[in-house]
């Protein structure tokens, strides 16, 4: 019987690399290092070689080698594809993608594991009134459902004095600038401020992220360099997170975060050693979330330190956008003296998460629900595109979904479309319906062959 590497398995060097989400227990371990013989069989099989399948054995119980008619085959539309039972995952959007014996994908079979992975940095739901600021807490403003829905909670619901940065994207949807107008007549405890990057260095920035993304996304790290300081100055005691309870967990499934990311905040014995160095060069030992402040500052300051370089977590969107900034060098003298000094008084702003679900009735971040809540309290307007959902403030969303999916789909990049995976768990979490979830696929969203129109928008950015 004739051997096969599966479909989307790919011999790179001394590895083997998946260009898919495989299922439990195997769903992270997507790339494998294969000793001396192992490496001269795979080799062996690929030339159309007979193998030795002892030496092949763990390869063949986990059917990444396969007889040809187990050989999967991509789809080329959703028409084609095979969904889970229980979400929106699909083998066209997620190429590769693999299910268990009940049809579910690797996102719903893991539920029960992943459950509380809700966030990255420390989660707070309620924050003291500030003693030496005049803002209570800041939080970035992009006039899109999720910033609007923490705006409104924090100005709102806490009645916090609120610092309100928004960083001025040439995309900017027409809604959203809209929804931030409404915002400053309706939030009287929120002050607003609004910075952009001057055209000539963003230019530059940009056209270096296209030529390493295929799209010109660098929210939000562009928003941290240009406001850290201000943070700073403003002794803002916290910066707070709101996204969508899915996009944590996207950086699990996309093999970004480890699991222990999502326990680091709470280990006491990891922070005593942090603050204990801190202690012993004379600086104030962290508060919860100041670490994480810093280590994202000065991350694009200067770049990965050298233990996450040799680790096998890798945020190849994140690396490309640092790249890029390096094209403009003078825009991060600003943060590094911010850095500095926050670092040396301990006045570092805080990275706090809301977890969505809690705070939403019922518990679910139900996005019909938070719609009509936003546009009543906040004056939210939503985009053109009646059923969109996620990420609703940018006009050219659909260019960087369609980029992160095309390189996907030809097995250019390993990183899984963050929206396809945003998307799956937003209707296994019941967020949105499954209905909804296909409609905004179908109309909303970048998944396609073709390149979308609103493409043409970035590239005349590109070409100015």
Same mark, same amino acid.
């Given at each position: 019987?004739?051997?096969?590497?599966? !479909?989307?398995?790919?011999?790179?060097?001394?590895?083997?690399?998946?260009?898919?989400?495989?299922?439990?227990?195997?769903?992270?371990?997507?790339?494998?290092?294969?000793?001396?013989?192992?490496?001269?069989?795979?080799?062996?099989?690929?030339?159309?070689?007979?193998?030795?399948?002892?030496?092949?054995?763990?390869?063949?119980?986990?059917?990444?080698? =396969?007889?040809?008619?187990?050989?999967?085959?991509?789809?080329?539309?959703?028409?084609?594809?095979?969904?889970?039972?229980?979400?929106?995952?699909?083998?066209?959007?997620?190429?590769?993608?693999?299910?268990?014996?009940?049809?579910?994908?690797?996102?719903?079979?893991?539920?029960?594991?992943?459950?509380?992975?809700?966030? =990255?940095?420390?989660?707070? !739901?309620?924050?003291?009134?500030?003693?030496?600021?005049?803002?209570?807490?800041?939080?970035?403003?992009?006039?899109?459902?999720?910033?609007? +829905?923490?705006?409104?909670?924090?100005?709102?619901?806490?009645?916090?004095?609120?610092?309100?940065? !928004?960083?001025?994207?040439? &995309?900017?949807?027409?809604?959203?600038?809209?929804?931030?107008?409404?915002?400053?007549?309706?939030?009287?405890?929120? @002050?607003? =401020?609004?910075?952009?990057?001057?055209?000539?260095?963003?230019?530059?920035?940009?056209?270096?992220?296209?030529?390493?993304?295929?799209?010109?996304?660098?929210?939000?790290?562009?928003?941290?360099?240009?406001?850290?300081?201000?943070?700073?100055? @403003?002794?803002?005691?916290?910066?707070?997170?709101?996204?969508?309870?899915?996009?944590?967990?996207?950086?699990?499934?996309?093999?970004?975060?480890?699991?222990?990311?999502?326990?680091?905040?709470?280990?006491?014995?990891?922070?005593?050693?942090?603050?204990?160095?801190?202690?012993?060069?004379?600086?104030? %030992?962290?508060?919860?979330?100041?670490?994480?402040?810093?280590?994202?500052?000065?991350?694009?300051?200067?770049?990965?330190?050298?233990?996450?370089?040799?680790?096998?977590?890798?945020?190849?969107?994140?690396?490309?956008?640092?790249?890029?900034?390096?094209?403009?060098?003078?825009?991060?003298?600003?943060?590094?003296?911010?850095?500095?000094?926050?670092?040396?008084?301990?006045?570092?702003?805080?990275?706090?998460?809301?977890? &969505?679900?809690?705070?939403?009735?019922?518990?679910?971040?139900?996005?019909?629900?938070?719609?009509?809540?936003?546009?009543?309290?906040?004056?939210? =307007?939503?985009?053109?595109?009646?059923?969109?959902?996620?990420?609703?403030?940018?006009?050219?969303?659909?260019?960087?979904?369609?980029?992160? &999916?095309?390189? +996907?789909?030809?097995?250019?990049?390993?990183?899984?479309?963050?929206?396809?995976?945003?998307?799956?768990?937003?209707?296994?979490?019941?967020?949105?319906?499954? @209905?909804?979830?296909?409609? @905004?696929?179908?109309?909303?969203?970048?998944?396609?062959?073709?390149? %979308?129109?609103?493409?043409?928008?970035?590239?005349?950015?590109?070409?100015?």
């Amino acid at each position: 019987m004739k051997l096969y590497l599966q !479909t989307r398995w790919q011999l790179e060097k001394n590895y083997l690399v998946y260009y898919g989400m495989r299922k439990t227990p195997y769903t992270l371990r997507n790339k494998i290092e294969l000793k001396t013989k192992e490496l001269i069989e795979i080799q062996k099989l690929l030339n159309g070689e007979n193998v030795d399948k002892n030496i092949l054995n763990k390869f063949i119980t986990q059917e990444i080698i =396969v007889p040809e008619e187990k050989l999967n085959i991509i789809p080329k539309s959703f028409q084609e594809a095979r969904f889970c039972e229980n979400c929106v995952a699909n083998d066209f959007m997620i190429p590769g993608i693999e299910f268990d014996d009940n049809g579910l994908c690797p996102m719903c079979a893991s539920k029960e594991k992943t459950k509380n992975y809700k966030s =990255v940095v420390p989660m707070m !739901t309620t924050f003291p009134k500030a003693k030496k600021s005049r803002f209570d807490v800041a939080v970035f403003y992009t006039g899109g459902k999720d910033s609007s +829905f923490l705006l409104y909670y924090l100005a709102k619901k806490l009645n916090l004095r609120v610092l309100a940065l !928004t960083w001025e994207i040439p &995309f900017m949807s027409d809604s959203a600038r809209l929804s931030i107008e409404n915002a400053k007549k309706k939030l009287k405890n929120v @002050e607003f =401020v609004s910075r952009k990057v001057d055209d000539n260095s963003l230019l530059k920035i940009y056209k270096k992220l296209y030529e390493l993304n295929g799209n010109t996304c660098a929210c939000p790290s562009l928003a941290y360099i240009l406001f850290y300081p201000l943070l700073v100055s @403003e002794k803002v005691p916290y910066f707070v997170l709101g996204n969508e309870p899915v996009q944590i967990q996207n950086l699990y499934f996309n093999n970004m975060a480890p699991s222990i990311s999502y326990t680091f905040s709470s280990n006491k014995f990891l922070n005593f050693l942090l603050n204990f160095t801190r202690v012993l060069t004379l600086r104030k %030992p962290f508060k919860p979330g100041q670490f994480h402040t810093l280590a994202v500052m000065k991350q694009l300051a200067y770049g990965d330190v050298w233990i996450k370089k040799l680790s096998n977590y890798q945020n190849t969107f994140l690396n490309n956008i640092m790249e890029a900034i390096k094209e403009v060098k003078s825009i991060t003298k600003p943060l590094k003296r911010a850095i500095r000094v926050s670092s040396f008084t301990g006045n570092i702003p805080a990275f706090i998460h809301i977890d &969505f679900n809690e705070i939403s009735e019922g518990g679910v971040y139900n996005w019909e629900n938070v719609k009509k809540l936003i546009t009543e309290e906040v004056g939210w =307007v939503g985009p053109s595109e009646e059923n969109k959902g996620l990420h609703t403030s940018c006009k050219i969303e659909k260019c960087k979904e369609y980029s992160q &999916f095309i390189a +996907f789909y030809k097995m250019k990049s390993t990183m899984i479309p963050f929206s396809a995976i945003e998307l799956s768990l937003a209707t296994r979490d019941k967020n949105i319906n499954r @209905e909804k979830a296909i409609l @905004e696929i179908n109309h909303s969203l970048g998944f396609s062959l073709e390149e %979308p129109l609103e493409c043409n928008i970035m590239k005349e950015y590109l070409n100015k």
